[in-house]
């Protein structure tokens, strides 16, 4: 990942084991070929959705969409890079399915997104409730729940609609499931980070954007179709809520990018799809945001320690080296802005601002 080929060690450089995406969208197809390899070339496991057009919602097909993955990885991936596969929470979803994928080591948990929130929800639930005997099963085996905690009820307002779903749907679930793991996705409010610290067997993924913009660089100043994504980035003291979490120390935190890749064509346009497409440059906008927090020191156990433990898996042996440059107009490659697909497909890139910051390299011996 190249900042500015002349970054020096004039500003902070800190060295952290490879890092974990534990929530990203790769698509499929074009898009799949053209995002898969700049994620695993800087992360070790990479958490897939499953909200594709069909949804990936039995083992076979997830085994089928892993192989898909793998094969548009590309010869600079990782050579530990391993996709983990979730089941998207549909009616047609079975314990046996489910006992067969956990097995087998195809499938690592079930994703349960509510009706409607976001891009190819139309097949989720209408409420936790109704796969209770999925759910119970998951609490029984170990295999975790993750959740898009946002509520659906047109009459809420936007910005109050994960605290909404965390009152209704997620404190009766872990009252009455209390051995159920739980990973509320990509906080976005103190509510939600707060509802994380109070329930020791409830984890939250935090994206970078969540991280770094509150809703005044979505909105203000003209509508920033780019920043638009959901659940939607919220208010400033919002935002400082997640940022005091992610660099707390505390091992209920970790590092989820949802890097989710729309073509222009669907973002500048008069309906936008929410997601804005992260995984070049994650690793240097997460870096920035610890270090104006003066938090360096815990940013390994956010990117690259915390979600492992969570989620079972040993800490990566191997390092990357991050230097940051207090020179960023100095003469080197310039980040590139945009992705552009094998059909012709223009998707923008979040960060570019702080890649030029930070270069991140892998340490070698």
Known sequence: ?????????????????????WHVHLRDDHMLSAVTPLTAQWFRHALVMPNLVPPIATTDAAVAYRQRILDAAGPDARPDFTPCMALYMTETVTIEDLRKGQESGEVMSVKYYPAGATTNSEHGGRGLAAFRPILEHMAGSGMPLLVHAEATDPELDVFDRERAFLDAELVPLVAELPELRVTVEHLSTAAGAAFVADHPQVKGSITPHHLRCDRTDLLANGLRPDLYCKPIINSPEDREALVAAATSGSDSYFLGTDSAPHPNTHKHTAVAKPGIFNAPFALPVVAEVFHHAGALDQLEAFTSINGCRHYGYPVATDRLRLTRTDLPDVAGEEPAAELVTADGAVVTIFGVAEARLWNVEPVTA
């Open 1 to 21: 990942m190249n900042a500015s080929s002349a970054a020096t060690a004039d500003g902070p450089v800190v060295e952290i084991a490879i890092p974990d995406d």
